[in-house]
């Protein structure tokens, strides 16, 4: 199956697609990429009918599985019934969805405003941060992504970053040490460091001027699946309460019931004063972000210009799909679903690591969990770094994906860890024949472990 009407052969949508689109985030060169037709609940199959199972969910963001048909129906009947109104007018889902939110999210987050992508919805919680504190300042971590375009780049810890340095630096990030226990970057050792990285934070909060926000990922996403030790954001946020500097938590990846909650900011109480997301809002059926404030925020607004906006913010072919998005997850109880099956999980990655010497750690939480590679398990030393990444030399990571993906098995690979975030639809029976795949293709690893320093 194809697109209507569409007499392209695989081969020739390839070549089309390869040789007059970008392939981002690399190297054109190096693109080659597989031709998908068809996709239902975990399974994608591509143009040769070859099946593979979407053990990643395409970028964490297919949640609910492929081929919903109640996501599906409501793509058709909000076409059929209105495709497009201009931002400034109320329509049915937009009061449909907003209703759904307040119900969901911590009831002090309840002003929103509809992009169409997660990097649009930073841009905006940046805007609205700095038009409220009227301070310039974003604190942003290292290990971090937060969007592509410019502002959202710069606050972008990691070094896609780089390549837009200094051309096209924005004023006003500065970065903070990223927490994170298996290397911590400030070679503390939990839980005698009290929380340094958090101290480190608000030493910076003490010694700028001009700080709007501090910006995190409560769990770090493509950089590794990191999870804060429990202490860590209600300390941020007491620091934050402290300074007078608002907390920005991005759910891009993390919302919409990856982690086994909701939001992941649930796990430790905490609520942020501004929460962006995207993906998972519409499990990927469309493209819809949200930037949600805090009450005061909102207050603020009514008396303050509210200087943002976009021609297809708040687009109802991407509202309505969320409100059934949110009505499927409800119905298949799918966010206790993520929290149920995480003991499955991590009980079959802790099998993993110790069987195989190059798997230095395992973290995570619900449906979202890391398998991060090293060279050898005292040292951590990584097989490849960012830098490796970021100048094309050709990774480790990516070689076992591409073996795990002859074996039907999609699966995210970053630098030096891969990212097991089935759609929380997953069976037990996926999950096996996901981490087996896995557990095959890691003997290449495994055959690189320095042998004198192995375990
Ligand atoms: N923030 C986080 C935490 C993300 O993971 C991503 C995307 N991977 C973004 C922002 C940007 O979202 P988008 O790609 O939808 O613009």
Redesign the pocket.
């Given at each position: 199956m194809s697109t209507p009407g569409s007499t392209l052969t695989s081969q020739e949508v390839v070549d089309i697609v390869r040789t007059t689109n970008y392939g981002t985030w690399r190297f054109q060169k190096s693109w080659n990429p597989l031709h998908i037709v068809d996709a239902k609940d975990c399974t994608i199959t591509d143009g040769n009918g070859k099946q593979y199972l979407d053990f990643s969910s395409q970028?964490?963001c297919s949640n609910l599985g492929h081929k919903n048909p109640a996501v599906i129906a409501s793509i058709a009947a909000q076409a059929e019934e209105l495709a497009y109104a201009m931002p400034g007018y109320a329509t049915t889902c937009r009061a449909e969805l907003s209703k759904l939110l307040l119900e969901i999210l911590p009831p002090s987050l309840n002003k929103f405003f509809f992009t169409t992508?997660?990097?649009?919805a930073?841009e905006a919680a940046f805007k609205i941060a700095r038009m409220y504190t009227g301070k310039t300042k974003i604190i942003a971590r290292y290990r971090s992504?937060?969007?592509?375009t410019a502002g959202?780049i710069a606050a972008t810890g990691d070094p896609r970053r780089w390549a837009m340095e200094p051309r096209g630096k924005q004023q006003g990030v500065i970065f903070a040490p990223e927490v994170n226990c298996y290397r911590c970057p400030i070679k503390h050792t939990y839980p005698a460091c009290g929380i340094a990285c958090a101290d480190y934070l608000e030493h910076m909060i003490r010694n700028e001027s001009d700080v709007a926000a501090v910006l995190v990922?409560p769990i770090v996403?493509?950089n590794g699946v990191l999870v804060p030790p429990e202490e860590y954001m209600p300390k941020l946020r007491k620091i934050c309460d402290e300074y007078g500097v608002l907390l920005i938590a991005?759910e891009?990846?993390?919302g919409w019931g990856r982690t086994g909650k909701w939001f992941a900011m649930e796990h430790w109480g905490v609520v942020p004063d501004i929460l962006?997301t995207?993906?998972g809002i519409t499990s990927a059926y469309v493209?819809l972000?949200l930037c949600a404030t805090s009450e005061k925020i909102g207050a603020f607004f009514q008396d303050h210009y509210f200087s943002h906006g976009h021609t297809y913010e708040a687009h109802p072919m991407t509202l309505a799909p969320a409100v059934a998005t949110i009505n499927e997850m409800r119905r298949l109880n799918l966010v206790d679903r993520s929290a149920e099956l995480a003991p499955y999980v991590e009980a079959k990655l802790r099998e993993l690591k110790a069987k195989h010497p190059s798997v230095g750690d395992v973290r995570g939480k619900g449906l979202f969990w890391a398998v991060e590679l090293v060279k050898n398990q005292t040292t951590k030393e990584p097989f490849n770094t960012y830098s490796d990444k970021v100048s094309g030399t050709p990774l480790l990571v990516d070689q076992i994906a591409g073996k795990c993906m002859a074996d039907g098995v999609i699966i995210q690979a970053w630098v030096s860890h891969f990212v097991v975030a089935p759609p929380l639809i997953v069976t037990r029976e996926e999950i096996d024949r996901g981490i087996a795949t896995l557990d095959k293709h890691l003997a290449l690893a495994d055959a690189l472990v320095e042998p004198d320093r192995a375990r």
């Open positions: 970028l964490m992508s997660g990097t649009d930073n992504y937060h969007g592509s959202s990922e996403g493509t991005d891009v990846m993390t962006t995207a993906k493209p972000g």
